[in-house]
């Protein structure tokens, strides 16, 4: 056979041969990433709920927000246009943001707000991530109504680690306030006492039938068929609250929290903080005669003195698209106590990594850095110069929050800023304490002489040193359970306990085979978390307490990583449009 060696023939031939090739990587799983678009437009939008209408700061007038979808390894590029009066930040709950902090989003720590009018292009690369996320306003308590979630499907042609669901849904957990949130915070702020509460806890911004006032077109509904398994992501978006959630006559299968597979266990009842994320799968296999309708529910989990909102939020598992209705027949779960430490401390205890071979748990054996901090409230007195207003903490004196006896003061301007210019001079110091001023017995009868400090302190890491921090509740203002999120990092827990921390008895009995991996993870009331993580992300990542009022009181800090060696291991430099404060 002869073959004509003309050009016009060597081109296509040389062009079929390219595109079977192209075919085979794309077989193999190669050049599957992809760059993801979207368009967030901060605007006002008209909301009633509990027969009580407001105007709700929203993105692109949807409450909650819209889904972000993407894959590992996919670049997301996300513009956002400030509408509202308000300053406003995002910040992409979990995503590691691997060399781009600049969009990691905290108001004053990686970035100044977004003002009035004014835009910013958030642009980042999800890198060895997928699961479940989830998006945020990042200053004041604007996550109130800004909030949605972040979905990272795994690479094409990559299964999940169990079976395939019938269908996925997320869950979005929140607050519904008839008051405006930034009055509430301001007004807790001026006078020193605990904020008010919200009116309702939302299923994907909806009150259900359990409150007055509140319509059954306002209840989530969850369709199922049976012998169907569902995918259920769901997330706690709640300002304030812990929230435990079941469903009647139900039970689930735990497959991974805050984006992360898990060795998957069966439970009746999950717990999960703020900020926190949860993947579960549910069989639509319920048993109870005749009956269509289930109820999902979600009421918080208390551990502080403080008040809160004690009402029950509930939605509805639906069998055959039975058409809901407010009424006698459906069926409510049983929920644990307000107060069940126990099941919340046993439920954590399940939570291990999955450390196999395609999923492993790259624990730190050994640590270059350890740290102790003390976290918990903490009491000052009222302010002089006050008129004739006392403050409205125990006694007359001011709530406030510290970490180590440090209340953090967020600056004036972004901290990533002054850290890459090298201009940190009155904005911030690097003397962060390792460890506690003093010691005490953290847990037990605190001394006189714990008045924190305010400053704005940061701790400074070299480039991919391995970490072992220890956070310690106190008992100063009263023990209470601390959800803390640490923003740049996936952080493994290796060990939890009641009471003081104790070096030699503890630490031989760290999990350093198959921790779970998080980047949200609760401090026990009375009692302390250890996390160790590697700190290969160049840049300045804030590490606080998710429950908004704790972050507003000054329970945050900040870690300093230096850059490495060469551009792969360095921050690189800001984006043009990055916002000026």
């Known amino acids: 056979m002869l073959l004509c060696s003309c050009p016009a023939v060597k ?61 590992e390894g996919d670049r997301v590029i996300i513009k956002l246009v400030n509408h509202v009066k308000d300053n406003v930040t995002i910040h992409w709950h979990g995503v590691r943001q691997l060399r781009s902090g600049w969009a990691d989003g905290p108001g004053y720590v990686t970035q100044c707000p977004i003002q009035t009018g004014k835009s910013y292009v958030y642009n980042f690369t ?3 991530q997928r699961g479940t996320l989830w998006w945020h306003a990042h200053i004041s308590w604007l996550r109130v109504s800004v909030y949605g979630a972040f979905i990272i499907y795994p690479k094409l042609h990559v299964p999940y680690p169990f079976p395939k669901p019938h269908k996925e849904v997320p869950i979005l957990l929140g607050e519904w306030w008839n008051a405006n949130t930034e009055k509430v915070i301001q007004q807790a702020l001026q006078t020193g006492g605990g904020p008010n509460v919200s009116d309702a806890y939302t299923i994907n911004g909806l009150p259900g039938p359990l409150y007055n006032c509140s319509s059954a077109n306002k209840t989530f509904v969850l369709k199922v068929h049976p012998g169907k398994t569902y995918l259920l992501r769901i997330i706690n978006a709640a300002l304030n609250d812990e929230l435990f959630l079941a469903i009647a006559n139900h039970s689930f299968t735990i497959v991974e929290v805050d984006a992360v597979y898990v060795k998957p266990f069966r439970t ?11 993947n579960v799968l549910l069989t639509a296999n319920a048993t109870a005669g005749g009956n269509k309708q289930f109820v999902i529910a979600a009421r918080p989990f ?19 698209n039975h058409k809901f209705k407010n009424s006698s027949t459906i069926i409510l779960p049983k929920l644990p106590s307000l107060n069940d430490t126990n099941f919340a401390a046993n439920f954590s205890a399940k939570l291990k990594s999955l450390a196999n071979s395609q999923f492993p748990a790259l624990v730190p054996q050994k640590v270059d850095r350890k740290f102790l901090f003390t976290i918990g409230l903490g009491l000052n007195p009222c302010p002089v110069g006050v008129g004739n207003t006392t403050c409205q903490g125990p006694n007359g004196t001011k709530f406030t929050a510290s970490v180590n006896n ?20 009155g904005v911030y110091k690097t003397n962060f304490p390792d460890n506690p001023p003093f010691l005490f017995n953290y847990t037990g009868t605190p001394p006189n002489n714990t ?19 220890v956070l310690q509740d106190t008992s100063i203002a009263g023990t209470e359970s601390h959800p803390f999120h640490l923003h740049g990092f996936n952080f493994f827990v290796v060990g939890q306990g009641v009471g003081n921390y104790n070096k030699s008895k503890d630490t031989p009995n760290f999990n350093l085979i198959d921790p779970v991996e998080r980047n949200t993870a609760g401090v026990p009331k009375g009692g302390w978390m250890a996390v160790r993580f590697r700190a290969d992300n160049p840049g300045v990542w804030f590490m606080h307490c998710h429950l908004e009022i704790h972050t507003s009181w000054g329970l945050k800090m900040a870690w300093i990583v230096k850059n490495g060696k060469g551009p792969l291991q360095s921050l690189p430099p800001p984006p043009s449009d990055l916002p000026p404060c």
């Open 302 to 320: 208390v551990t502080g003195s403080g008040t809160f909102d004690n009402s029950t939020v509930a939605g509805i598992v639906s069998y055959n």
């Open 451 to 469: 008045k924190p400090m305010n400053g704005t302190r940061v701790k400074v890491l070299p480039f991919n040193a391995t970490v072992q921090l």
């Open 268 to 278: 009746d009842t999950l717990v999960i903080a703020p900020g926190q994320t949860t």
């Open 11 to 71: 081109y296509w031939l040389i062009v079929i041969l390219l595109m079977a090739i192209q075919y085979l990587d794309l077989a193999a799983g190669k050049h599957e990433s992809t760059t993801r678009h979207y368009k967030f437009n901060v605007k006002l939008k008209n909301v009633t709920r509990l027969c009580h209408s407001k105007r709700l700061i929203t993105v692109n007038g949807q409450y909650p927000g819209p889904t972000i979808f993407a894959r």
């Open 126 to 128: 999800i890198t060895g």
């Open 406 to 425: 440090i209340s953090f003061v967020l600056p004036s301007t972004a901290l990533l800023q002054s850290h890459y210019f090298s201009q940190i001079k």
